[in-house]
């Protein structure tokens, strides 16, 4: 029942494509990169603007698989809930899917030199006992070298997925999406920042 009240809820919200918000993020970027601006303000690090940033992370996330998966994923964020966005894509026969998505960060060292991804696999299966309809998605907002074959997952995690998502190249043209974590077979997909 509380699925069906869930989807009702949904079924209202606003829903943009996330290739087409990337886009017209991507405008913003290039005029706001002329300007002066502190440091939070250009990464996104203030109150006010959280909601742009988790829109840019759910955008590209969101991105990611509707390359690996071949069809549009729409985001429509949500403010004081217990996730950060939902997700919505329509099969080819015509079914309308919705999937409630929980973002996390691995923040860069100059916010947090300790924070590591051991570290949020544990809060993650500490925070979602019973989330199995939860996909967690990870920007992997820190320089750091990943061999994927050596990511292990100890905790036993009750969530739907877990997902790493992150930039691969300095002038951030080229991502990356890295999932299912919860299945054995994981896949690493390479992505362009749309144009």
Known sequence: MEGDLDIKVWEKLHFVSSREWLKSLREIELKSARLKLSEKTRTLRTNKLKMWRESRQAALFCYGLSLRYGTDIEIALLEDSDYDFV???VTLDGHINYTKVQLKELVPDHLNPTQNLSGLFESISKKYKSSSNLVVAIYMNKAIDIDFSTIKIEQKMMIGNLWLFGCASEDQH?????????????????????S
């Open 87 to 89: 997700a919505r894509w």
């Open 174 to 194: 080229e991502w990356l999406l890295y999932g299912d974590m919860l299945m054995d077979n994981a896949v690493l997909t390479r992505f362009q920042y749309p």
